[in-house]
């Protein structure tokens, strides 16, 4: 008897415990609600739904001769917030891109760009408008670094980052309490980058689509 007195103790202890813990995290109502509180919702990007090119012009005896190249979105994350007035901050955007493969008859042997990254500058806030709690589109002006390297025949040597120029973008949030979806499209154009007169990068075009996992 006395070990069934004890079992049956330690049994309704355990239970007493296992129902005092606590659910793990804390719920949201809307997206909004979520934005509003600390701390700020880390959005991750990846290859599904995020697409990009970039135009590559080459000389010829004819002249410049440019097309567009597709890029392939490996990673990247946004981080995003928003204050009790609902106005929201872009705090944090950081993309990886695959490695762009050049004609091997622009350098003689194979070449092409690596460890590209086009992260944010600096943190920015914009003009925000919410259509219902789960849904809002924000007027930003993003200052973006564009970093990369170039290989040659296997060397590899960094390229100096390019500060590209301010690029209005619409940051779109929606989803609800537990899930955040985000959608960002920026262009950027002007000369990327050049060499010997014989190939250069005139401009980048991102389509990102991000999302809570946590």
Sequence with gaps: MRS???????STS???CTASVPASG?????????????????LFIGSTGSTGAITAQRYTPSGWQAGNVALAITSGELVARADDRGTLALDHLEV???????????????AQLQDLKVKLVSP?????????EDSANANLDLRLDLEWAIAINGGVTPLGTQHLPAIPVVL???????????????????DLWSWAGL????????????????
């Design 199 to 214: 190939i250069r990068l005139t401009a980048l075009q991102l389509s990102l689509a991000a999302q809570t996992v946590d």
């Design 14 to 16: 355990t239970l007493a």
């Design 26 to 42: 804390p719920s949201y109502d809307s997206v909004r609600d979520r934005m509003e509180h600390a701390p700020a919702p880390r």
């Design 4 to 10: 069934l007195a004890l079992f049956v103790l330690v």
């Design 172 to 190: 779109s949030l929606s989803g609800d309490g537990e899930t955040v979806d985000a959608s960002i499209g920026l262009a950027a154009t002007g």
């Design 124 to 132: 920015t806030v914009g003009d925000t408008q919410w259509s219902g």
């Design 96 to 110: 990886a891109i695959a490695p762009i493969e050049i004609p091997q008859d622009v350098f003689g042997k194979p």
